[in-house]
């Protein structure tokens, strides 16, 4: 059975206005996401800033209550649970932040804020505690010594692995990690994923991994899932995802992501239009403002997520069209743009 | 250990020149005031009793002919009306005007004796239309002057020389001169430390406490609390600082509300600091607090409220540990800077209030206070005698303009900017 | 929907005509409480008309001080120039002009845009009025010309119905529309030089393929020469004629575009195109690190930079500070061990 199970979630925030401070209206940041994850499984979830995607790890792992929907966790519902009835599942579930600078209590050193967490979740016997905070740091590859210094004397990088530390310090399952990587220099980065990779073969993790960077995703994750505006617009491997990508958006993100070598430079394939507010979405396919190949249809009805291939979802009326066909036979063959 | 203990905030204070100057001018305030509270070395009494002559300058300088004919004239009155009581060697011996210094050991013949060449001097002068201006004519000038000078010499000779030991204590008493009533005026700037540092210290903690409990709860919990807090310190805000204060000041001094106030807080405060509180200061705290918790209430808001949405509160909110954790561990300790910076501030915001308050008669109501020796000092002006108030002012702008200096430097020293 | 069509040009060697920029020897130092730190150490570079010259590197490695060095906008009670530093425009060294003087080539001569577009508009004016201003300022247009030159501006940088958005305030417009509106701007007097600070780094990667293409028709167009900043490789490859690789305030390498992502001749240049993810090389593929930090302000190292952090570190590296050589006439790197004839072509 799946490790997470995500349920038709919703997640609104009332924007408030006017001279007594009402609701006027509300962002739909998650609008119908459901996934599963198995065990072991990477999903990397990738869209551009505003689509939801740091708001759906949020409300998974807790910090926002969701709307509507279910969150199940090893066949737990833990969207109904109490502070009290979630304190066993804290444990297996952690979160990494995506700003090294705010993550870290600038009052605590390294050894304080592990130590911290270690004593609340009695991970380990309080002999023990000083061992163990030196194997966590050593786990991220820092020095033991780091323990006593504050957050404002690490760098950049330094500080993301010790937020590993601080996710691993309950020796979790899954982890969320909201753009683990995106404040961080190139060089810096390759580090903290190469960790990352090493980890998640080391402890057996379950991750789910959020990023506007399509290549970080792609080299990371096993799966994606790609959202706009609240959406999920297609679920696909990340292998060779050139070649399979069938949604219009996924297509157009895989053609503004920069290129590797000068030598495959070409005109600039450019999405026109701007995201529309979340605010008041458009009534049909949330990216039919900016899809070169919209219909009618696209303007009114809202195209449901379903399957185009093996492991492969989208939700799009064009895909669909041919999708028919397309899983009939077995081949997913890149279809709706007009290149 | 927080920042606010971390080396690097430190070595960045001390390269700070100007603000460790202050930091030692506030010792020395501080320290100043605690002496006096705690080995009273200065009494009440002390700043109450009489020094020496009227609106005597500081620094041994002389007063003007006319003053110096007036001083003369009313120590002459003094002892004569003594000398002509029923029993005159008694009412000398009990003569006590002079504070530290004592009637010469004469009979009362002698006495008499002084008495009239003082007088002989004395109409010789009053004789001129204008002492000030004689002394000042070329003409008259060196003639008037000896005669003052005989007349000072014959006042001092009613009295006993001042012993070895008391010159000092002497020295001390008439380094600033004395007001109109003959009180050391430096005895009473420097009795007035102990009611300001009071005053500042007891405010300070009392609105940072308040405003810093109120500002977190408005800023962590939002909502109802939110909503409650921000309509006080709104209304409070609203009404101009001053206004408040005196209504605040007015309600609390006097009357009943005053002798039960000082019943429950005084009883309590009198264990904790053995009586050496002044009770009379008690409404003073109270309606200070009200006032000023409001400044650091709504920077703590805003800063938890900030602080909030950091990612690691996040992060302890994920960890699954309890609001008040949450609070003390990792939201407190960043507010802590502004809990001093704010301190700071009104520290000096109660100290200039106090001076208002008391000048306005609301403040301070027995012994000194700066506030009051303003008050005090206005028909000295008018006469040009300016230590009075120079003193009180003097004292009051240097403890002032420390803080000050020390608030800018605690703001850059924790300007998260720079940190 | 635009079509894909491969340019053919690649432009590896400097043209021969003269630049229209040309940085020399620039050293910035900063007094600090921790002493006279150099930030920038002796860069040069020149500029050519048409061209886009990229500056590389990760953060602290001096490429927007350098910018800010250029437009002269870092904080002037603070800030010192090497003696010999040169900013040569025009026939003058900026760094030496009055202010006064500076105030004029600022803006109308060479422009800037900045990371955050959001700073560089002011929140209280509309757009339209912010656009008008500039042209007042640098121009003499009379008030009908500058109102239809600001029409003219939006719809250069494709503003969708500019009649409209010019009377619109900043916080109404999204980011990529904002740093489109940063660019009008900075166009207005259309200047010789467009000094672009990270002008894409805030933005998401459909609004930043929007952003780049149309300063890349800006540079066909009007021939301006454009110096883009940047720490993603991605987008040098996709813009940049010419690359200056910086490390730790130095220019390590420089090379023309081809040249750099195929013949890499520093070793960092090396490390940096390495530790990029690539298609292909999923899951299982560990990513190329560089070990090590760069070395603070204040710890510069007397010798090799970069020595500390490099695999084919040797003890000559240690001890002997490299010089910026040329190795052909359009490139030059810093190293004692350049890898470029050894390796060949890579890949």
Redesign the interface.
Known sequence: MALLQVNRLYKQFPVRGGLLNRPIGAVQAVTDVSFELDQGVTLGVIGESGCGKSTLG?TI???HRPTRGTVTFDGVEITSLS?RG??PL?RR???I???PY???????TAGQMLS??IR??DIVSPRQRTRYIEELLEIVQMRPDARHR?P?EFSGGQRQRL?IA?ALA?KPDFIIADEPVSALDVSVQAQILNLLMDLRERFGLTIMFISHDLKVVEHFCDEMIVMYLGQVMERLSCDRIQQTARHPYTQALLKSNPINDPRDRTELHVLEGEVPSPRNPPPGCPFVTRCPVAESRCQTQRPGLVPVGRRHDAACWLVDADAASAVSSGSGKTAGSSD | M??IG?S?AWR?FL?HRPAVIASVVIAVYVAVALSVLLTGWITLEDTSARVGPANLPGFGLLPDPEQRMDNAEWLAERIESLCDRADPEEALAGFRDLGSRRLADLNVDEFRRRIDAIWDTWDRLAELDDVNEAARSPETGPEVREGLAELDRRCEALLQPVSETGSVWRTLELLLGTDRQGRSIFLRAVYSIRVAVMIGLVTGLLAVAIGTLAGLAAGYFGGITDGIITWLYSTFASIPGIVLLIVLAFMFSGGELDASLNRVTGGLLRTVLGGRLDETLIPVYISFAITFWIGPCRVIRGETMKIRE???V?????????RM?LLL??VL??V?HLMLINFSLLFIAAVKSEVILSYLGLGVQNGPSWGLMISQSGQEVMKGFFWQIGSATGFMFVLVLAFNILTDALQDVFDPKH? | MSSASPSSELPTAAPTARPVLSVRNLTTQFRT?RGLLTAVDSVSFDVFEGEVLGIVGESGCGKSVTARSIMRLLPEHITRYGPDSRVEFSGCNLLELKERRMRRIRGDRIAMIFQEPMTALNPVYTIGAQLDEALRYHTSLSRRERRRRVLELLERVEIPSPERRRREYPHQLSGGMRQRIVIAMALACEPDVLIADEPTTALDVTIQAQILRLMDELRKTSQTAIVLITHDLGVVAQMCDRVVVMYAGQVVESAGVDDLFHDAAHPYTRALLESIPRSGARRTGRLATIPGMVPGLDEMPAACRFAERCSGREDRCTRIAPRLTDITDARSVRCHFPMHQAAGETH
């Open positions: 949020k792992i807790g910090l502070h979630m304190m804290r579930m952690q979160f932040f995506q700003d705010s993550s870290l209590n600038p009052r605590m911290e967490v609340f979740h504050y404002h937020n601080r309950v | 927080t920042e971390s690097r960045k390269r950091l990612e690691y996040q992060a302890a909110v994920v960890m699954g540990f309890g954790r561990r990792h300790p960043n802590s940190v | 409480d």
